[in-house]
């Protein structure tokens, strides 16, 4: 990903440098914006069973709202750079943020489940756009001696919001409705996009227009949207029985094929596919991969499936997930000490064996657990959730520097969110496949159950136990899945090479790490 804004770039002519009023406005703008975007990716979490039933439809298809969200965000990072290039930073910011508010608007008012999932696409791109660009304007326009307020700023708006958002989104649900989350993003949208255009107006490099990618684009975009609609529908019409399934599944493979031998060819690719064969970048975006989709998807089963068959309120949930919030702040602080001063593959290793040791706890209570039990397991994720993804990001950025670097990122972004993205089917699906394996096991394996369930209407109490035990089952395997998917990723760990800085502005690396993590 080419952003203007490093030394090695080129810049039109010099632009007089900000105000020390200006630096600080700007600051707060673009962190406000970046806090908007990052909250929306968590606050929404809790909502995903209300909106099911606002909408009028299973919340198997209220997943899809957020699934397809963190895919529009995947493909909106490698595209950024056009943006930039063809339109500038001030007219990119004020149309992703004007485009995310009116986005908003449509969430907030519609009862169509089709204008809601095409909205929550929108506004998924829109974000998207935003992260890239609002970096760019950070590292072009300060100076070296102010560059650190604006990066320390950015530092604290890139994970604080994800984590503290379904805490904060549960509260929003329950006292003012799930509708509000939307209705709040408006006034905010609107006046980031304004105050930064004005602040940016007249300050615009020279306008390039560099080819973008086209075929690419489009390959990429078949590829992931035919994958993650085979993902969403497959639980509902019968996965492999179903030529939907099949069609989409091949679509897929085929684009992905086609992307591939296209994007190695290219003189402007969209992603630079070579950087795989760098042995830790390749190990790092398959763990930066993997990570994601087990984090965001055990997430996503933790929430809503506590909401759905555990009876907690959304701020009940969001409660619970607030000690991963306190906690998550202070261990990524420590992380981006720790990795000038430890080697990044013991940190990813401790990281990864932690949220193992996490997941291995949650699917170990075989009884309904207290409201105190269940949170002592988040204080242990959160003191291990700063240091998961920063490590991977730099094994894989592991001699890169400049325009390399970001092209690097670029490529790790729409890795992790794409991961995010999958994730949630992925998990989903799993759910609903044991959820349905363990009901017939307690029926078939308990007389008295098989012959009450013979006769639901009368004996509806046993009924819900069955589906309340079965879905405990069901919660401990996914998280006992989840551990060894942590496990395996911090053994791949160990094939990596020792990791290199190149990039001689340790704030700048730092930046563009953050951009590849939730």
Not at 138 to 158: C, F, M
Not at 275 to 300: C, D, H, Y
């Amino acid at each position: 990903m080419q952003l203007p804004v490093t030394s090695s770039l080129h810049i039109a002519a010099p632009i007089p440098a900000l105000s020390a009023s200006m630096v600080i406005l700007l600051n707060l703008v673009i962190g406000l914006g970046h806090i908007l975007v990052a909250f929306n990716t968590g606050a929404y979490l809790p909502m995903i069973p209300h909106v099911a039933g606002s909408l009028g439809v299973n919340p198997a298809y209220a997943d899809w709202t957020q699934a397809n969200f963190f895919l529009a965000m995947a493909l909106a990072f490698p595209t950024a750079t056009w943006f930039l290039n063809r339109w500038g930073e001030m007219r990119s910011l004020l149309g992703a943020f004007l485009a995310f508010a009116l986005a908003s608007v449509v969430c907030a008012q519609t009862t169509d489940y089709d204008w809601f999932l095409a909205a929550r696409v929108a506004q998924g791109y829109a974000g998207g756009l935003t992260i890239p660009i609002s970096l760019g304007v950070i590292l072009r326009h300060y100076t070296p001696q102010r560059r650190n307020i604006g990066l320390s700023l950015w530092s604290i708006a890139a994970i604080t919001p994800f984590t503290l958002g379904p805490t904060i989104g549960g509260w929003i649900t329950d006292t003012l409705g799930w509708r509000w989350l939307f209705y709040l993003n408006i006034p905010i949208a609107i006046l980031v996009a304004l105050i930064s255009a004005i602040l940016l107006v007249g300050r615009e490099a020279e306008h390039r227009h560099p080819p973008l990618d086209w075929p690419g684009l489009i390959f990429l975009l078949i590829a992931l949207g035919a994958l993650e609609s085979a993902l969403n529908s497959g639980e509902i019409i019968s996965w492999w029985r179903s030529n939907t399934i099949l069609f989409l599944t091949i679509t897929s493979i085929f684009a992905l094929i086609l992307f591939a031998f296209w994007e190695w060819h290219s003189t402007h690719p969209l992603l630079e596919l070579r950087f795989l064969r760098r042995r830790n970048f390749l190990i790092g975006a398959i763990g930066l991969f993997l990570t994601a989709l087990f984090f965001q998807g055990t997430m996503a089963i933790y929430i809503v499936e506590f909401q759905l068959t555990m009876g907690y309120s959304a701020w009940m949930v969001g409660l619970l997930l607030l000690p991963m919030a306190i906690f998550s702040k202070l261990s990524a602080t420590l992380t981006q000490w720790f990795l000038n001063h430890i080697d990044a593959r013991i940190l990813g290793m401790t990281a990864l064996l932690g949220f193992s040791a996490y997941s291995f706890w949650i699917s170990s209570y075989n009884r309904t657990a207290s409201f105190d039990e269940l949170l002592w397991p988040q204080i242990l994720v959160g003191m291990f959730l700063g240091g998961l993804f920063p490590p991977l990001v730099a094994i894989a950025l592991s001699g890169l520097r400049g325009t390399a670097e970001m092209r690097g990122t670029a490529f790790l972004n729409l890795l992790r969110v794409c991961g995010q993205a999958m994730g949630i089917p992925i998990m989903a699906t799993l759910w609903d496949r044991r959820l349905i394996f363990h009901e017939h096991f307690l029926t078939e394996n308990n007389p008295s159950g098989k012959h009450f369930i013979s006769t639901l209407m009368g004996h509806t109490i046993l009924a819900k136990q069955i589906i309340y035990h079965a879905a405990l089952l069901t919660f401990n395997e996914i998280f006992y899945i989840a551990a060894w998917g942590f496990l395996i990723v911090a053994g791949l760990l160990l094939l990596a090479k020792r990791v290199v800085f190149a990039e001689p502005d340790v704030r700048v690396r730092r930046a563009l790490e953050e951009l590849a993590e939730p």
